[in-house]
Nanobody
Framework: QVQLVESGGGLVQAGGSLRLSCATSGSIFSINAMGWYRQAPGKQRELVAAITSGGSTNYADAVKGRFTISRDNAKNTVYLQMNSLKPEDTAVYYC????????????????WGQGTQVTVSS
């Protein structure tokens, strides 16, 4: 099995910053892409940012210019630097890893972290 361990969430004031991290552990996992999703109360889970193993990135329009996703492929770890936070960013943030277990290369799979709460007060 693959485990995603998230950290860095918390409570911040509007305009503040947080840095989320997510590390993959457990079974050997070859990553196609990693990303951050978020889900606010009463809303569907949505993509915030994603990065491929080659370094290509994409962002939701709502966070462009404020959030930066990065990765350390050697550690299978992804980071999300969140600056200029707004109350609208309040949500549970989930780390996602998409790829292959090396013992089951025929099967592309997704794994999710447990989620970390980000609350931005006004």
């Amino acid at each position: 099995q693959v485990q995603l361990v998230e950290s860095g969430g918390g409570l911040v004031q509007a305009g503040g910053s947080l840095r989320l991290s997510c590390a993959t552990s457990g079974s050997i996992f070859s990553i196609n892409a990693m990303g951050w999703y978020r889900q606010a109360p009463g809303k569907q889970r949505e993509l915030v940012a994603a990065i491929t193993s080659g370094g290509s990135t994409n962002y939701a329009d709502a966070v462009k210019g404020r959030f930066t996703i990065s990765r350390d492929n050697a550690k299978n770890t992804v980071y999300l630097q969140m600056n200029s936070l707004k109350p609208e960013d309040t949500a549970v943030y989930y780390c996602n890893a998409n790829g292959w277990l090396l013992e089951r290369l025929w099967e592309q799979v997704d794994y999710w972290g447990q989620g970390t709460q980000v609350t931005v007060s006004s």
